[in-house]
């Protein structure tokens, strides 16, 4: 089972700290100087509470007087309401963004407009998704407004410009409640960064928080990881988990979030001081708390989850102003904030603490409920065995819009792998994205595989992350014991990060010419002939005075001559060439858009060159040689030839397929290199494959056996 709540941050080591950790005011001071330090404020400014929303109401409370009104997010809980309504100020609620469930610079300067009383705007930053914070703050300079960062979800969180979250606001809160981005299931902060001498600065607490409080906050970890465990012991409808938990919650010995005290004479402990310490020093740069999505029949589709093994008792947010039990005293416009209204009708979170292949089929669930921010069904993931013509056309579309792809991910290459025995299948994620994901029997294990794919928007981390769930829930479901798969991505820094915080592990063998060189076909005929090498432009004009002839052809006896002739070059160079089998099926499915080209002098064959053509380019696939070739220059009569035919056809790139790394000169593909080289095209590194383990102690085996052998082949 999977849980959002019941203390389900909290692992083993974390429940053991929460318990037995024990600090001094010592460990106070130490937070207070770090908090300083790092967010560039005076230690003296920065005090320690009993809760998230009493550092709320001190900020508040620093800025207004009674009957001011304060701007904030009307996607909220009522801690926020609360907080505000103790300073004696009322909420002006601001209608939410549905891209990142926060309002924006408009909201802000149309409200400030109509409601000039209001001298405070809270900026919250829903589940850690960055608001637009350089407009905001621009608008709450014209307006003369005090700017509060409320760090609850977004500790460490980076905005857009590139400033850390806590580094704008006048003043900054964080709270440590559960489930917050530093959680430590109660406990606040607040530092000013602009104060006025004319005010106390704030209440200086000095009191512990009751016996029972400081009970209930070392417990709850225990309390839930007991919850945890019994979830899994069900009678009937009956489920020893909610009895436990509605039992704690009738003895007192936990208690619901909403239901903390604001008492701004209540201190943070100094074990939790301590434990704060420890956990900022770590939170940096942080993703979102949770990803979030909109789906309709949400009790339904909870039902479901459930029923899945995903108890999902804690979504933010069921109600613009949430928990539902207070959502009447916040008095909340529902026709002024309608976006807010619909996010609480349709959100759905998963948690962040969970990486989305442990969620995989949750987020297959949500994807079958699932709408766009107009309440539209979006179109669920589908598998497809077969293609209609319809569906062949739009995946070419997909391929071809897309940049660096090629017929690793076409209708071919599923036949391809389909004739020789694997079991290709096409994957829809949705109208816009898909990939061709074949399954292989090895004798080391069954896995998945996709070349050169899928085929999607990688900055869409959205779209990212539910092709990769179901990508692994597939893998799962036929039994294969990890997947392995090469983007269509360049090899950069941030190209390798992006795919790692799947998360994923770079792959000990290559996944079809990932290191390769396009030749730009757009060039004139000159062009191309002065800008390969030097030596090998002699040897094309060689071989033209030496009258090599180069033909084309597809037929069942070039293959099988060519099949004769890969072989022997095999022997002599220590590859492993296709079978017939597999040449055959190549020739089936891709007609005439296979060509063997064969370089000829004197009538005696030199050369060949298996090239495959697609919309775009034309790839050289597989090639072979006789001994002549040692003497005489038929490759480089038979690449220019190809070069020219290419443009012939309008093809805009010509791809050599297969290079070695760089810097790697005793790599099996170092020589090979040098004679691709010299046509002058530009080098391209595709990511490197990667893999994501679905049997991890099988998966540990195969790679330790994987990377014995290419290190053996000099791979």
Same mark, same amino acid.
């Given at each position: 089972?999977?849980?959002?709540?019941?203390?389900?941050?909290?692992?083993?080591?974390?429940?053991?700290?929460?318990?037995?950790?024990?600090?001094?005011?010592?460990?106070?001071?130490?937070?207070?100087?770090?908090?300083?330090?790092?967010?560039?404020?005076?230690?003296?400014?920065?005090?320690?509470?009993?809760?998230?929303?009493?550092?709320?109401?001190?900020?508040?409370?620093? =800025?207004?007087?009674?009957?001011?009104?304060?701007?904030?997010?009307?996607?909220?809980? =009522?801690?926020?309401?609360?907080?505000?309504?103790?300073?004696?100020?009322?909420?002006?609620?601001?209608?939410?963004?549905?891209?990142?469930?926060?309002?924006?610079?408009?909201?802000?300067?149309?409200?400030?407009?109509?409601?000039?009383?209001?001298?405070?705007?809270?900026?919250?930053?829903?589940?850690?998704?960055?608001?637009?914070?350089?407009?905001?703050?621009?608008?709450?300079?014209?307006?003369?407004?005090?700017?509060?960062?409320?760090?609850?979800?977004?500790?460490?969180?980076?905005?857009?410009?590139?400033?850390?979250? &806590? #580094?704008?606001?006048?003043?900054?809160?964080?709270?440590?409640?559960?489930?917050?981005?530093?959680?430590?299931?109660?406990?606040?902060?607040?530092?000013?960064?602009?104060?006025?001498?004319?005010?106390?600065?704030?209440?200086?607490?000095?009191?512990?928080?009751?016996?029972?409080?400081?009970?209930?906050?070392?417990?709850?970890?225990? =309390? &839930?990881?007991?919850?945890?465990?019994?979830?899994?012991?069900?009678?009937?409808?009956?489920?020893?988990?909610?009895?436990?938990?509605?039992?704690? /919650?009738?003895?007192?010995?936990?208690?619901?979030?909403?239901?903390?005290?604001?008492?701004?004479?209540?201190?943070?402990?100094?074990?939790?001081?301590?434990?704060?310490?420890?956990?900022?020093?770590?939170?940096?740069?942080?993703?979102?708390?949770?990803? =979030?999505?909109?789906?309709?029949?949400?009790?339904?589709?909870?039902?479901?989850?459930?029923?899945?093994?995903?108890?999902?008792?804690?979504?933010?947010?069921?109600?613009?102003?949430?928990?539902?039990?207070?959502?009447?005293?916040?008095?909340?416009?529902?026709?002024?904030?309608?976006?807010?209204?619909?996010?609480?009708?349709? /959100?759905?979170?998963?948690?962040?603490?969970?990486?989305?292949?442990?969620?995989?089929?949750?987020?297959?669930?949500?994807?079958?409920?699932?709408?766009?921010?107009?309440?539209?069904?979006?179109?669920?993931?589908? #598998?497809?065995?077969?293609?209609?013509?319809?569906?062949?056309?739009?995946?070419?579309?997909?391929?071809?819009?897309?940049?660096?792809?090629?017929?690793?991910?076409?209708?071919?290459?599923?036949?391809?792998?389909?004739?020789?025995?694997?079991?290709?299948?096409? /994957?829809?994620?949705?109208?816009?994205?898909?990939?061709?994901?074949?399954?292989?029997?090895?004798?080391?294990?069954?896995?998945?595989?996709?070349?050169?794919? !899928?085929?999607?928007?990688?900055?869409?981390?959205?779209?990212?992350?539910?092709?990769?769930?179901?990508?692994?829930?597939?893998?799962?479901?036929?039994?294969?014991?990890?997947?392995?798969?090469? !983007?269509?991505?360049?090899?950069?820094?941030?190209?390798?990060?992006?795919?790692?915080?799947?998360?994923?592990?770079?792959?000990?063998?290559?996944?079809?010419?990932?290191?390769?060189?396009?030749?730009?076909?757009?060039?004139?005929?000159?062009?191309?002939?002065?800008?390969?090498?030097?030596?090998?432009?002699?040897?094309?004009?060689?071989?033209?005075?030496?009258?090599?002839?180069?033909?084309?052809?597809?037929?069942?006896?070039?293959?099988?001559?060519?099949?004769?002739?890969?072989?022997?070059?095999?022997?002599?160079?220590?590859?492993?060439?296709?079978?017939?089998?597999?040449?055959?099926?190549?020739?089936?499915?891709?007609?005439?858009?296979?060509?063997?080209?064969?370089? #000829?002098?004197?009538?005696?064959?030199?050369?060949?060159?298996?090239?495959?053509?697609?919309?775009?380019?034309?790839?050289?696939?597989?090639?072979?040689?006789?001994?002549?070739?040692?003497?005489?220059?038929?490759?480089?009569?038979?690449?220019?030839?190809?070069?020219?035919?290419?443009?012939?056809?309008?093809?805009?790139?010509?791809?050599?397929?297969?290079?070695?790394?760089?810097?790697?000169?005793?790599?099996?593909?170092?020589?090979?290199?040098?004679?691709?080289?010299?046509?002058?095209?530009?080098?391209?590194?595709?990511?490197?494959?990667?893999?994501?383990?679905?049997?991890?102690?099988?998966?540990? /085996?195969?790679?330790?056996?994987?990377?014995?052998?290419?290190?053996?082949?000099?791979?």
């Amino acid at each position: 089972m999977k849980f959002i709540a019941h203390a389900s941050q909290f692992g083993l080591k974390k429940t053991l700290r929460q318990l037995f950790t024990f600090g001094f005011q010592k460990d106070s001071e130490k937070l207070k100087s770090y908090i300083a330090e790092r967010y560039q404020v005076k230690a003296e400014n920065v005090a320690l509470y009993g809760s998230g929303r009493t550092a709320l109401y001190e900020a508040i409370k620093h =800025f207004t007087k009674p009957g001011d009104k304060v701007a904030i997010t009307a996607l909220t809980c =009522f801690a926020v309401v609360e907080a505000v309504r103790s300073a004696g100020c009322e909420p002006v609620y601001l209608d939410v963004n549905l891209e990142n469930l926060h309002f924006d610079a408009k909201a802000l300067e149309k409200a400030c407009a109509k409601n000039p009383e209001i001298k405070v705007v809270i900026v919250q930053n829903n589940l850690a998704y960055p608001c637009d914070i350089a407009s905001i703050e621009s608008v709450a300079r014209k307006y003369n407004l005090a700017l509060i960062e409320d760090l609850a979800h977004c500790i460490g969180m980076d905005y857009s410009d590139g400033r850390e979250a &806590g #580094t704008v606001g006048d003043a900054v809160i964080m709270s440590f409640g559960k489930g917050k981005s530093l959680d430590l299931i109660s406990g606040g902060l607040l530092f000013l960064r602009k104060t006025d001498k004319r005010k106390k600065s704030f209440t200086v607490p000095t009191n512990l928080p009751s016996l029972a409080d400081r009970f209930r906050t070392r417990l709850y970890p225990l =309390f &839930g990881a007991i919850t945890r465990a019994l979830f899994h012991l069900q009678i009937g409808r009956l489920n020893f988990g909610r009895l436990y938990t509605a039992f704690l /919650l009738q003895t007192h010995q936990i208690q619901k979030s909403a239901d903390a005290k604001l008492d701004n004479s209540i201190r943070l402990t100094y074990w939790q001081a301590k434990l704060a310490l420890r956990d900022l020093k770590k939170i940096k740069h942080r993703t979102p708390l949770r990803r =979030f999505y909109f789906v309709e029949n949400r009790e339904e589709l909870l039902k479901k989850l459930t029923a899945a093994g995903f108890i999902m008792d804690d979504i933010w947010y069921s109600s613009p102003v949430s928990p539902e039990r207070y959502y009447n005293q916040a008095n909340f416009n529902e026709k002024a904030c309608p976006n807010a209204v619909f996010a609480a009708n349709h /959100l759905i979170n998963l948690p962040n603490w969970l990486n989305i292949f442990e969620l995989a089929e949750a987020r297959h669930l949500i994807n079958q409920y699932e709408v766009n921010t107009r309440g539209e069904k979006i179109t669920p993931f589908t #598998t497809k065995k077969s293609l209609s013509e319809t569906e062949v056309e739009q995946i070419d579309a997909l391929r071809h819009a897309a940049s660096h792809t090629n017929f690793l991910q076409s209708k071919q290459w599923y036949e391809v792998n389909k004739s020789i025995g694997h079991k290709p299948i096409f /994957l829809m994620f949705s109208e816009k994205s898909y990939c061709l994901a074949i399954i292989k029997d090895a004798k080391r294990g069954r896995f998945l595989e996709i070349p050169c794919g !899928p085929i999607l928007d990688y900055q869409n981390r959205n779209e990212l992350e539910l092709a990769m769930a179901e990508i692994y829930r597939y893998a799962k479901q036929n039994n294969c014991v990890f997947v392995r798969f090469r !983007p269509n991505l360049e090899e950069t820094p941030e190209n390798r990060t992006l795919i790692e915080s799947l998360p994923s592990l770079s792959a000990s063998y290559f996944l079809h010419a990932e290191n390769t060189i396009f030749v730009d076909l757009t060039q004139s005929e000159e062009d191309l002939l002065k800008n390969m090498r030097r030596q090998t432009r002699y040897e094309v004009r060689r071989s033209e005075k030496l009258n090599f002839k180069v033909k084309k052809s597809n037929t069942p006896e070039i293959l099988r001559e060519f099949h004769q002739i890969q072989a022997e070059t095999a022997k002599r160079q220590g590859f492993i060439p296709p079978r017939r089998k597999d040449l055959n099926a190549y020739a089936k499915a891709f007609g005439s858009d296979l060509q063997i080209y064969r370089a #000829t002098l004197d009538g005696k064959p030199v050369a060949y060159g298996l090239v495959l053509t697609d919309a775009l380019e034309g790839d050289y696939f597989e090639a072979a040689s006789t001994e002549l070739n040692y003497k005489f220059p038929g490759a480089y009569a038979l690449q220019w030839h190809v070069m020219k035919d290419l443009k012939k056809q309008g093809k805009l790139r010509y791809n050599l397929w297969g290079i070695a790394p760089a810097g790697q000169k005793n790599h099996k593909f170092a020589g090979v290199t040098t004679f691709k080289s010299g046509f002058g095209g530009e080098k391209f590194d595709y990511l490197h494959a990667h893999d994501l383990p679905v049997k991890k102690l099988h998966y540990g /085996l195969i790679r330790l056996v994987e990377d014995a052998r290419r290190k053996k082949r000099h791979l």
